[in-house]
C-alpha cells in the first residue's frame, strides 16, 4: 500500500509539473498579444469592479510571476507586475479573472462563502494531517502503525480535500464572470476572448490535478486503514 502512496504522488507530480509548464507557456504565447481595447491589467480590473457596482476593492501590484489573486480579507486584487502593466490578452485574462472573484465576494457567492468558513480548519488539517497519518501508518514513531491514530489522520486530510473539490467550482465560476464580462465590455475581441478563455482553461486544470491528487490520496488512505483494521 505504501508503494501505491509513493506512485500516486509521482503520477500527479508528473502531471502537475506537466500543466503548469503548458500554462506557463500560454502565459508567455498570450502575453505577447495585445488586446485590441490596449487596457493594461489595472484598467482592466478596475473597469471590471466599477461596472459591477464595487467600489471598496482595491488594485494593487505585488511581486511575483503568476502570483495574482484577490485578497478577500482586506478586499485587493493583487495583480502581478506583468499582469498590473500589461496590455495583452493574458494580463487581460488574469485581470478579470480576479476581479471575478472580487464580484462573487461581493454578490455571496455560495460556495466561496463555504470555501472561505472552513479555511481555518484548512489550515489545521494541512498542518497535522500528514504527520499523525504517517504516524498511524507506523513511518514515525509515535502513533507505532495504529489504526485509530490513521483514522483521525484521514479525517484531518479529508478536510483538505473537500476543500481542493469546493475550490473547482470558485475557480471556473470566477473564470465564467471573467469572459462573459470581457466580451460584453469590449476589452477583447472574439478571438481574442478564445484565447483569453484557453489561458484561464490551463490556469483551472491546476486546480483539478490537485483535487485529482488529493482524492486519490484519501483513497489511498482509507484502503491501508481498511486493511490495517482487518489485520
Same mark, same amino acid.
Given at each position: 500500500?505504501?508503494?501505491?502512496?509513493?506512485?500516486?504522488s509521482?503520477? &500527479?507530480?508528473?502531471?502537475?509539473?506537466?500543466?503548469?509548464?503548458?500554462?506557463?507557456?500560454? &502565459?508567455?504565447e498570450?502575453?505577447?498579444?495585445?488586446?485590441?481595447? +490596449?487596457?493594461?491589467?489595472?484598467?482592466?480590473?478596475?473597469?471590471?469592479?466599477?461596472d459591477? !457596482?464595487?467600489?471598496?476593492?482595491?488594485?494593487?501590484?505585488?511581486?511575483?510571476?503568476?502570483?495574482? #489573486?484577490?485578497?478577500?480579507?482586506?478586499?485587493?486584487?493583487?495583480?502581478?507586475r506583468?499582469?498590473?502593466?500589461?496590455?495583452?490578452?493574458?494580463? =487581460?485574462?488574469?485581470?478579470? +479573472?480576479?476581479?471575478? +472573484?472580487?464580484?462573487? #465576494?461581493?454578490? $455571496?457567492? @455560495?460556495?466561496?462563502?463555504?470555501? @472561505?468558513?472552513?479555511? /481555518? =480548519?484548512?489550515?489545521?488539517?494541512?498542518?497535522?494531517?500528514?504527520?499523525?497519518?504517517? $504516524?498511524?501508518? !507506523?513511518?514515525?514513531?509515535?502513533? !507505532?502503525?495504529?489504526?485509530?491514530?490513521?483514522?483521525? !489522520?484521514?479525517?484531518?486530510?479529508?478536510?483538505?480535500?473537500?476543500?481542493?473539490?469546493?475550490?473547482? /467550482?470558485?475557480?471556473?465560476? =470566477?473564470?465564467?464572470?471573467?469572459?462573459?464580462?470581457?466580451?460584453?465590455?469590449?476589452?477583447?475581441? $472574439? =478571438?481574442?476572448?478564445?484565447?483569453?478563455?484557453?489561458?484561464?482553461?490551463?490556469?483551472?486544470?491546476?486546480?483539478?490535478?490537485? $483535487?485529482?491528487? @488529493?482524492?486519490?490520496?484519501?483513497?489511498?488512505y482509507?484502503?491501508?486503514?481498511?486493511?490495517?483494521?482487518?489485520?
Amino acid at each position: 500500500m505504501t508503494i501505491g502512496i509513493i506512485f500516486i504522488s509521482v503520477i &500527479f507530480m508528473v502531471i502537475g509539473m506537466a500543466v503548469q509548464f503548458r500554462l506557463k507557456s500560454k &502565459f508567455k504565447e498570450y502575453s505577447a498579444m495585445d488586446t485590441s481595447s +490596449h487596457f493594461s491589467g489595472q484598467e482592466v480590473a478596475q473597469k471590471m469592479l466599477k461596472d459591477n !457596482g464595487i467600489y471598496d476593492v482595491q488594485v494593487i501590484s505585488v511581486e511575483g510571476s503568476l502570483s495574482d #489573486h484577490y485578497n478577500p480579507i482586506n478586499k485587493t486584487v493583487n495583480l502581478s507586475r506583468e499582469v498590473f502593466d500589461g496590455r495583452s490578452i493574458a494580463a =487581460a485574462a488574469v485581470a478579470a +479573472h480576479e476581479c471575478g +472573484h472580487a464580484v462573487q #465576494h461581493a454578490t $455571496a457567492y @455560495s460556495m466561496l462563502m463555504l470555501r @472561505s468558513k472552513i479555511v /481555518p =480548519a484548512v489550515q489545521v488539517s494541512s498542518t497535522l494531517s500528514q504527520w499523525i497519518i504517517m $504516524a498511524g501508518i !507506523g513511518f514515525i514513531g509515535f502513533g !507505532g502503525g495504529n489504526p485509530t491514530v490513521l483514522l483521525i !489522520g484521514i479525517i484531518l486530510f479529508a478536510v483538505t480535500t473537500f476543500f481542493s473539490i469546493v475550490t473547482l /467550482p470558485v475557480e471556473f465560476d =470566477a473564470s465564467a464572470r471573467a469572459l462573459t464580462w470581457l466580451g460584453t465590455a469590449n476589452i477583447t475581441s $472574439a =478571438a481574442e476572448k478564445e484565447k483569453a478563455k484557453d489561458a484561464l482553461k490551463w490556469a483551472a486544470l491546476t486546480y483539478v490535478v490537485a $483535487a485529482l491528487a @488529493s482524492i486519490a490520496m484519501l483513497v489511498q488512505y482509507i484502503l491501508i486503514y481498511q486493511s490495517r483494521s482487518r489485520d
